[in-house]
């Protein structure tokens, strides 16, 4: 399933038919991203089973809307994991800032059954 993120007029109900949480800044989503000219580590702004966002202070090369890249995904008490995303949204807020918006084109169902588990445990703990 491919999401038009901030492209057309649906609602977030109807464009993000997932769950999606904003990690604590205490217990912090951590994403290597990789792409075609980059590499990075940041903290995810939110994430969900289809995709997630992250927020860069500075320019990221090589990044753009529709580019696929490789994703390190360290959610809190829980394994490390790769996998591959596309970008999908890109917003720039005061230049350099931006933030990216990725979905999932990769996810295993051990990988998304673990972001289900942090969804859930993040909403419990609100």
């Known amino acids: 399933m491919r ?22 800044r205490v217990a912090p989503v951590r994403i290597q991203i990789i792409g075609s000219n980059s590499i990075d580590i940041l903290h995810a702004r939110d994430i969900s089973v289809t ?15 529709d580019k696929p890249v490789e994703l390190v995904v360290t959610l809190p008490g829980r394994r490390t994991f790769v996998t591959r995303g596309v970008i999908r949204h890109v917003t720039r807020q005061n230049e350099p800032s ?3 918006g990725v979905e999932f084109s990769a996810l295993s169902s051990r990988h998304r059954s673990e972001i289900e ?9 609100a």
């Open 51 to 65: 995709g997630l966002s992250v927020y860069v202070e500075h320019r990221f090369a090589g990044c753009d809307i």
């Open 3 to 24: 999401f038009a993120w901030g492209r057309n007029k649906l609602s977030d109900v109807e464009r993000r038919p997932a769950r999606r949480v904003r990690p604590s």
């Open 117 to 125: 588990g942090f969804i859930q445990e993040s909403l419990e703990d």
């Open 98 to 100: 931006t933030y990216f």
